[in-house]
Each structure stands twice: as structure tokens, then as C-alpha cells.
RNA sequence: GGAGAGGUGGCUGAGUGGUCGAAAGCAACGCUUUGCUAAAGCGUCGUAGCUCAAAAGGUUACCGAGGGUUCGAAUCCCUCCCUCUCCGCCA
């Protein structure tokens, strides 16, 4: 979240960058000081009072001992402990409501950000390869999975419903060599650490990366528990070390988690999509860093470099883009976006978003780092990124390597994770 | 799920109604002494809010969480949560 004292002191500013978002979310800056001001007032005036008390009720403790009558007093101080009740209620209240004010607001774009109303205006940075060019008319990813075994839709349907899919065979057997290789690919040589966190997460961890309170119904609850299936490894890994003070020698910290996602996807455009590129469950290996605030740009640099390499590994052809303040998340300042090419879509489809949070996560979670010199406690910057989304390079990787025969010849990165070089139809 | 024990500062641990944000020890940091190391001495050493132009200072809150009793609560009462041990169940 945005700390009130930079929405107090430079109120034009946190106004125009709002603004740079599109719609109308900067209209709350004029709620939030307005409740920021009563807040204070009240603050400041029940306090007097509970000085007031305390002073009076260290006396009383006096006369007693000296077998003073103190009864008057006691009279009056109930009046005032009475005052200072309903001022308490009346700050906590006023508390309350900024806090999920300030919780609803979503971060301020970077400097760094392009200015641009929507997606239309993100800017390209860079391609890496070129549109494989097949001799034949290519497949799509469901006709090649079907035919291969490897994707079973129906029985995804039959057991879970709509947009849930059956690995089988060499399909199981090839997202878990994805996994694999992405892991290790992330922690022996781009130095992160691998984390295996629980799939259920309490709600506050929820709120510390942002999906709550404002993206609730893109989340499958259980609410027996009061917990939620976790819709990116973002959020148990990056509140790893929520309401702490972290070391600042230990920065940046580097994370790297597989875990399957659950999203609801509840008025997505895109749900009706055929085959794996939307779906309410898909597996994904996160790399999540914690990091000093002078750093996080550069560390957004590496960290897109890092997901990057996954696909110039298995030596498939994408680009990155840049999001623009229209475009960018809730809780992001900066984002790429990065997009494989599926020849069997035709399209590029996105494989991972890497993002500079800024210190807005790490507020919201009450992550710090102690300063070396003031020995303040100051909000270190957070970032994550997709490394990559797996459903999505299944898809492009099949496309990609798919054969005239109707088989997939492996690139050769996989193969030792995979066991085999091409694949099959098994019968 | 059942029974019991317990939750106090980075850690250990004292504190059963008043001057306690909290003794003491350890750890950490700074200074002094010291050829280095070690040791000793002295000092500093929680978090958040409000106030203040800022710093200093002042002030409030926080002893698992939330309520209650009281002039006054770490301390008394209630509810909840968590941890540990044992039993049951279980991959």
C-alpha cells in the first residue's frame, strides 16, 4: 500500500500517477486525507486524555498508600476513562476505514513506466529468435496432445469441469521435466533458492501481496478454514518473511518455487479459450526476490533475464514487452511482460510477467530491512516473476517441435530431463 | 478429535493490581584499556502512532489476539488463536 505520509506531503504527485492508471481510483486520495485528518485529530485529543489518567492514577495509587480518601477523584476519573472509550472507538474506527482505503489503492506506476491508456500501447523491448517456419500446416497443441495421449480434456471435464485438464503419459511425463529442468535451471545457475509452500494460504498472507481485499472472487476459498488455494506461488514465498525485520546483509533475497495455481478466472474473456491456455489450475515455477530499494530496478533487469533464458534454452522464439500505466497490475511499478510464439495459435502467448513492486507489498506485510546507518526500519522492494508459466510453454513447445509425422522432437536442454528425444504417439 | 502444559523484548528468564516498556543474564553495537586475540570496564540497545518545519524532546499504545472488571491491568475474569507433550486417526 501507499504510505499516507507521501499521499499527505506530495499530493499532487501520488494524484497524477493515479491518474497515468486510467479510471478513477485517484478520486480516493481526497477520501483518504479527509480520513486521515479526523483520524489524527482523535488520535491526538484521546491521548491528552489517557496522559490525563495515567498522571491521576499514579496520585491516587499515592494517596491510598498514605490512607487519603480518593473517592472524589475516582468519581471524576471515570468520567474522563468514559471520554476516553468513545474517543478510542471513534479513532479505531476512523483507523479501520483508512487502512482498507489505503489497501484498495493500487501501487503508483514508476517513472520507469511508459505512459499509455491500455494494452494497445505497450511497447515491444526486444525479440529473441525468429517464427519457426514449418513445412507442413502446423497443429495446434490440443490436436497434437489428444492424438499423442498426452492431454485428456474430457476426462479434465468429466472430473473438475471446464478448464481443467488431464496430464497423461508422456504429457505428465513432460511437464514434470519442465519442471525440473526450470527448477534447476533457476537454482544452480541463476542462484535462487527452491521453496515448496503450503497450497492453502491464510487471508492476510493474501492481503500482504494484494490479491485482497479487492480481487476476492478470483479466488477458490475454503471457507470451513478460512483459507484459500493459492493463485501464484507469489504469495506464500514472498510473505515467507512477512511481519519481519530482515537482515539486510542477507538482500536480495532469491526464491524459486513450483507450484500449481488456482484462479476462478471469474469473468475472464478468455475462459471459453481452447486447449491449456486458460485454465483454472496450471503449474508454474515463480522466482520471487526481496531486495534493497536502490537495487530493484536492476534486479528486475536480471530477474526478466532469468525467465528470458528459459526460452532461449528450449530455443523458443519470443518477445518482451513493456507494460504501460494503463496496463500494469494492481500492485506492480514496473512490469514485462514476457511472450512465447505458439505457431499451432498463430499468436504469442504470455509465459511470465516480471514485476517491480516497489515497497508496496512489503508494506502491506510489514516486511523491513534495518538500515546499516540510520538504523531505521526501512520497507525493502519486492519482485516476482513467472519462470516461467508452464501450461503456456507446454503449449508453444509442442507447437514448435512438432514434426511432420505428428510426432515432437525434444530440444536437446530437455531431453536428459525428459528421458527421450522426440515424442511418440504410443500406439 | 481427546487430555495436559505453556505463550513476556533477538534469545534465556523474573515479574499476581499502582512509580513496569518491563529485573537479571546472554547476544548485538559503540567507546576505553590492549601488540593481535582473549578478557575487563563504561555506555547504547524493541515496535508503531500522535505531536514537532526537522532533529532533540514530549506523549500514547503494545507482555499471543480480542473483549471485560478497575481511578489504574503483563498481573484478575471471559472468549479465541497458536505452540509443545501424550493418546486416537492418518499419507
Redo the contacts with the bound molecule.
Keep these: 500500500m501507499l504510505d499516507?505520509r507521501l499521499i499527505r506531503e506530495q499530493t499532487e504527485t501520488v494524484r497524477t500517477r493515479l491518474r497515468q492508471r486510467g479510471g478513477d481510483v485517484w478520486t480516493l486520495v481526497d477520501e483518504v486525507l479527509s480520513l486521515?485528518e479526523s483520524r489524527?485529530k482523535a488520535?491526538?485529543e484521546?491521548?491528552?486524555l489517557?496522559?490525563e489518567?495515567?498522571?491521576?492514577?499514579?496520585e491516587?495509587?499515592?494517596a491510598?498508600?498514605q490512607g487519603q480518601d480518593?473517592s472524589p477523584i475516582?468519581a471524576e476519573?471515570?468520567t474522563?476513562?468514559d471520554r476516553v472509550d468513545a474517543l478510542n472507538k471513534e479513532a479505531?474506527d476512523l483507523d479501520a476505514r483508512q487502512e482498507t482505503l489505503l489497501l484498495s489503492i493500487p501501487n503508483l506506476p514508476h517513472e520507469a513506466c511508459p505512459a499509455g491508456a491500455s494494452a494497445e500501447e505497450n511497447p515491444e523491448v526486444r525479440v529473441w529468435g525468429t517464427k519457426p517456419v514449418l513445412a507442413f500446416a502446423p497443429k495446434d497443441h490440443v490436436v497434437l496432445g489428444t492424438e499423442l495421449k498426452m492431454l485428456d480434456f474430457e476426462a479434465g471435464v468429466k472430473i473438475s469441469g471446464s478448464a481443467f485438464v488431464v496430464y497423461r503419459g508422456a504429457g505428465a511425463r513432460l511437464e514434470r521435466a519442465l519442471i525440473n529442468f526450470l527448477l534447476d535451471l533457476h537454482t544452480t545457475q541463476h542462484g535462487y533458492t527452491e521453496i515448496a509452500p503450503p497450497l492453502l494460504v491464510k487471508p492476510e498472507a493474501l492481503v500482504g501481496t494484494g490479491q485482497l481485499p479487492k480481487f476476492e472472487d478470483q479466488l477458490y476459498a475454503c471457507e470451513r478454514d478460512g483459507l484459500y488455494l493459492l493463485p501464484t506461488a507469489e504469495v506464500p514465498v514472498t510473505n515467507l518473511h512477512r511481519e519481519e525485520?530482515v537482515d539486510p546483509a542477507v538482500l536480495p533475497i532469491c526464491y524459486a518455487a513450483y507450484t500449481p495455481c488456482f484462479r476462478r478466472e471469474a469473468g475472464s474473456a478468455g475462459l471459453g479459450t481452447r486447449g491449456l491456455i486458460r485454465m483454472h489450475q496450471f503449474d508454474k515455477v515463480e522466482l520471487v526476490k526481496i531486495c534493497l530499494p536502490q537495487d530493484s530496478m536492476e534486479e528486475l533487469e536480471k530477474l526478466t533475464a532469468n525467465a528470458e533464458r528459459v526460452l532461449q534454452l528450449l530455443g523458443l522464439h519470443y518477445r518482451v514487452i513493456e507494460l504501460c500505466t494503463g496496463d500494469i497490475g494492481f500492485g506492480s511499478a514496473k512490469t514485462y511482460d514476457i511472450e512465447v510464439w505458439a505457431p499451432g495459435q498463430g499468436t504469442y502467448l504470455e509465459v511470465s510477467s516480471c514485476s517491480n513492486f516497489g515497497d508496496y507489498q512489503s508494506r502491506r506485510m510489514k516486511l523491513?530491512y534495518?538500515d546499516a546507518e540510520t538504523?531505521k526500519?526501512l520497507f525493502p522492494h519486492t519482485l516476482n516473476g513467472s519462470g516461467t508459466a508452464l501450461a503456456r510453454l507446454f503449449v508453444a513447445l509442442v507447437e514448435t517441435y512438432q514434426q511432420a509425422d505428428g510426432s515432437i522432437a525434444l530440444p536437446p536442454a530437455l531431453q536428459p530431463y525428459f528421458g527421450a528425444a522426440e515424442i511418440r504417439n504410443p500406439s
Design positions: 499516507i486521515d489524527r488520535e491526538t484521546k491521548q491528552a489517557q496522559s489518567r495515567n498522571r491521576v492514577s499514579k491516587i495509587g499515592f491510598k498508600k480518593t475516582e476519573m471515570r474522563i476513562g479505531a525485520i523491513r534495518k538504523k526500519n
